[in-house]
C-alpha cells in the first residue's frame, strides 16, 4: 500500500513527499527534462520581451524626431520579437558550433 500525503487539505497518494517538500516550487511544473526546457524558453521569451520594451523606451527617449507614445506598445512588441529571434538564432549557431566541435570538426 502507498502511502498517503496530506497536502493543504487535498489526499495525494504516491511514494514519494509532495514536490513543495522535496526543495524546490519548480519542481512541481518541471518533473521532467522537457518542463525544464519548456520553462528554459518561457524565462528567455520574458527576458527578451522585457528587453525590447527597454530598447523602444530609450530610442523614444533618446531619438531626435519624436516618436508617437501610441505605437510605443507596438515598437516594443515588434522590438522584443526581433531581440528573441537573434537571441534563437545565436542559440542555434552556437548548438552548431558546439556539436560539430564535440564531433571533431572544429578545433
Do not use: D
Request: net charge positive.
Amino acid at each position: 500500500m502507498s502511502p498517503v500525503w496530506v497536502v493543504h487539505g487535498a489526499v495525494v497518494f504516491g511514494s514519494g513527499p509532495p514536490c513543495h517538500e522535496r526543495g524546490s516550487a519548480l519542481l512541481m511544473t518541471t518533473e521532467g527534462k522537457a518542463g525544464a526546457n519548456y520553462t528554459k524558453e518561457w524565462m528567455i521569451f520574458a527576458i527578451c520581451l522585457g528587453l525590447g520594451g527597454h530598447i523602444a523606451l530609450a530610442l523614444l527617449l533618446h531619438v531626435p524626431e519624436p516618436w508617437p507614445a501610441e505605437t510605443l506598445w507596438l515598437n516594443g512588441v515588434i522590438l522584443a520579437l526581433a531581440v528573441y529571434l537573434g537571441v534563437q538564432l545565436l542559440r542555434s549557431v552556437w548548438w552548431l558550433c558546439r556539436g560539430r566541435r564535440s564531433a571533431g570538426g572544429l578545433r
